[in-house]
Every structure is written in C-alpha cells, then in structure tokens.
C-alpha cells in the first residue's frame, strides 16, 4: 500500500477541517511546515559538509524504551537520560534536526516555549517544552506526517477506517522511519558529546522484529502495565490535548465516542502485537528486558539494578543514591492525572475481555518470570 505525503496532507486537511470547522489555520500550519522543511534541508547539507564524519555514522548499541502511552515509558526515557546514561531526542531537535540549526536556534528557545503548541500538552500526565526529552514518534510525524502520532490525533476521525496507514503488515514504512530517526540520534550524541543514544518508540510495539533486525545490538525495555490503568490513561491523555485545542468533551457525543472507538483499537493493537510477536518466538528475548510498572513505583531501586545489568552500564556513586532517592520518592508518588473508564464507553469487563491474552503472559505472577 502507498499513501504519498500530499494525500496524508489533504486526508489530514479535509479530517480536521470537517471535524473541527477549522479550514483556515491548518493552511497556516501547512505553509510553516514547508518553510520547516526548506530550512532543515538546507541545515542537514551543511551538516554534511561540515561533520561528514558523524552524519554518516551509524548508531552503536541503543538503548529503546517500549510500550504503550501512560505505561511509564516517559518517566524510566527521562531518568536514564537526565542521569547520563544516554543521550534522548528533545522535542525541539526533532523539528529541527540538524546540527547547525540548532547550534543558530539554541539561544531563542525561551522565546520559541511561549508559542509552541506544547502548551495544550496536560501538564497531570507529565509535563512537556521543547526542550522536553520525549518519544521519537514525533520526530517521525513531523517529517512525514505519517505514523501512530498521525493516527491517534488525526486519522482517528476519519470516517473509514485508516488504521491501515500506520499498519507495518500492510503498509511497512519501517526502513524510511529507521533512517530518519538514526540520523536524528547521530546529530544528538554529537550535540550532547554521548556514544549512546536512549530512545523511546511506542510504534515499535507493533513491529519491533524488524527494528531488532536494523540494530541488532539494541537493548529493549518493555514497559507493562495493568491495562485497566493504561488504558484508560492513553485516551484521556490524547482526549486531554484535544479537548485543550479543540474543545473535544463540547464535541457532538457521537463524534467523541468514533474517535475514542478507533483510538481504543490503536491503543490495543500496540499491546496485542508486541504479545503475539512475543509468544511466537519472533523476538529474541536475550534483547528485550519486561519491566512492570508496579516494581517502577514500588520497587525502583531492585528494578534498577536489573535495568543496568542488563544494559551493561556500571552505576557511579552519585547514580547509586539518585536511584535511591527515586525509589522512595516512587514509593509516595500520587499522580494528578485522574479518568474514569464510563467516560469513554467502556468498561473493566471488556478490557479484561479484550486483554486477556496481555494479562495471562505479562501480568499473571506464575509467567512473568518466564
């Protein structure tokens, strides 16, 4: 299947116009996007001119974080990052992923946070800016305007069904997104003077063979965590953001309840694929290390020890005692971000339904070990 990037542009247009009745701005939105795109371009060649030598370098063991929105993924992305481990890809070096932009950009970023679209992010379920270290699928949707970010904020509304689009066993755009995203990661450990790079791809969930395929000594770190919370959690962040922009709990109930029905069935697919890859034997267990989210809040320190272990990095004495410090931080923590599962239509008895292979493999204390 191939859907070109002007029939993404127009499906998007038309999307959000019939939706939303906003028919103006996204046309503003368009013509800032291909200005973007001239700068980066001309960006990256002078990349190429001057750093030749770590442009066309190709990434050494990468560390990936894994699993669905609000299963922990960006708070175990942003320890490892902040605490030295690696290096993470910012929000605002992947809209401008190039080594000399940023070098000229850096210094006007104060002024960049007060119009970035960032603000209608809910700061309940983390807080994000620019300068952010958040999931490379950005870094994808805002070079191709492709991918499940693409899927969950926009073709969701549709009113046919395009989960085909974002869908690598119909339409694989794997190698282009592999590329794409390793040339980001090159230019990051330059900038943040690193040999490593700690990534976070939800979208991998769906098709994480092949990635294992493109970067055979990666190490993966599956995040699991209850459906019943994380599910829930994903389409109230989404909604959460919709709703700040675009007014979406104002919206007619039948519109809301199609768009929570789609974004249910990509919030699934990202589950039940990684489970069906997982039992099947296409992923080579020696690379993926499954984290629960109950030992990221109650057993953080132990959890760890296995995370470095397992990602061959020798913990610093300072490292040591801010794990510390976090574990028992983890262990008081209360989150803000409240939602209910009657709000979007569904009920614990479906999720359990619907899950039930997800909770037997992963969350079944008999088989976690195994």
């Known amino acids: 299947?191939?859907?070109?990037?002007?029939?993404?542009?127009?499906?998007?247009?038309?999307?959000?116009?019939?939706?939303?009745?906003?028919?103006?701005?996204?046309i503003i939105t368009g013509i800032i996007i291909f200005l973007l795109r001239i700068v980066?371009?001309?960006?990256?060649?002078l990349d190429l001119l001057f750093f030749p030598q770590i442009v066309r370098n190709s990434i050494k063991e990468p560390i990936m974080i894994v699993g669905n929105p609000r299963?922990?993924?960006?708070?175990?992305?942003?320890?490892?990052?902040?605490?030295?481990?690696?290096?993470?890809?910012?929000?605002?070096?992947?809209?401008?992923?190039?080594?000399i932009l940023q070098k000229v950009i850096k210094p006007f970023l104060p002024f960049l946070e007060k119009v970035s679209p960032t603000r209608h992010h809910s700061t309940a379920a983390h807080a994000t800016s620019l300068q952010s270290v958040e999931t490379d699928d950005a870094g994808i949707f805002f070079r191709f305007i492709d991918g499940?970010?693409?899927?969950?904020?926009?073709?969701?509304?549709?009113?046919?069904?395009?989960f085909d689009?974002?869908?690598?066993?119909?339409?694989?755009?794997?190698?282009?997104?592999?590329?794409?995203?390793?040339?980001?990661?090159?230019?990051?450990?330059y900038l943040a003077g690193s040999d490593r790079t700690v990534g976070k791809l939800f979208s991998l969930s769906v098709n994480l063979p092949e990635f294992l395929m493109?970067?055979?000594?990666?190490?993966?770190?599956?995040?699991?965590?209850?459906?019943?919370?994380?599910?829930?959690?994903?389409?109230?962040?989404?909604?959460?953001?919709?709703?700040?922009r675009f007014g979406f709990w104002n919206l007619p109930i039948e519109k809301r309840q199609h768009f929570i029905d789609r974004l249910y069935y990509g919030l699934m697919q990202l589950q039940l694929r990684f489970h069906d890859d997982w039992i099947n034997g296409r992923i080579d267990k020696s690379m993926v290390l499954?984290?629960?989210?109950?030992?990221?809040?109650?057993?953080?320190?132990?959890?760890?020890n296995e995370i470095l272990k397992f990602i061959d990095h020798l913990p610093s004495d300072d490292l040591i005692e801010e794990i510390n410090k976090t574990a028992e931080k983890q262990r008081n923590f209360k989150s803000a971000h409240e939602y209910d599962l009657g709000k979007f239509g569904l009920s614990s008895e479906k999720i359990k339904s619907d899950c039930a292979p997800i909770y037997e493999t992963f969350l079944n204390k008999k088989n976690v070990s195994s």
């Not at 191939?2 to 103006?24: A, C, M, P, Q």
């Open 148 to 162: 499940f970010f693409h899927y969950g904020f926009i073709l969701s509304w549709a009113n046919e069904n395009l």
């Open 290 to 304: 499954i984290v629960p989210f109950d030992r990221m809040m109650y057993d953080f320190d132990k959890l760890m």
């Open 40 to 45: 980066v371009a001309m960006g990256r060649v």
């Open 214 to 244: 493109e970067f055979p000594d990666s190490k993966i770190l599956y995040i699991i965590r209850d459906p019943l919370s994380v599910i829930p959690s994903g389409l109230s962040l989404i909604t959460g953001v919709l709703d700040k």
């Open 1 to 26: 299947m191939e859907i070109n990037i002007l029939k993404r542009i127009l499906t998007s247009y038309k999307i959000l116009g019939s939706t939303f009745g906003t028919w103006f701005s996204p």
């Open 71 to 99: 299963s922990g993924t960006t708070f175990i992305h942003r320890f490892l990052v902040n605490n030295g481990i690696g290096t993470g890809s910012q929000l605002w070096q992947m809209l401008y992923p190039s080594i």
């Open 165 to 189: 689009w974002v869908d690598p066993k119909q339409r694989n755009t794997s190698k282009r997104d592999y590329q794409w995203l390793e040339s980001i990661w090159l230019r990051n450990q």
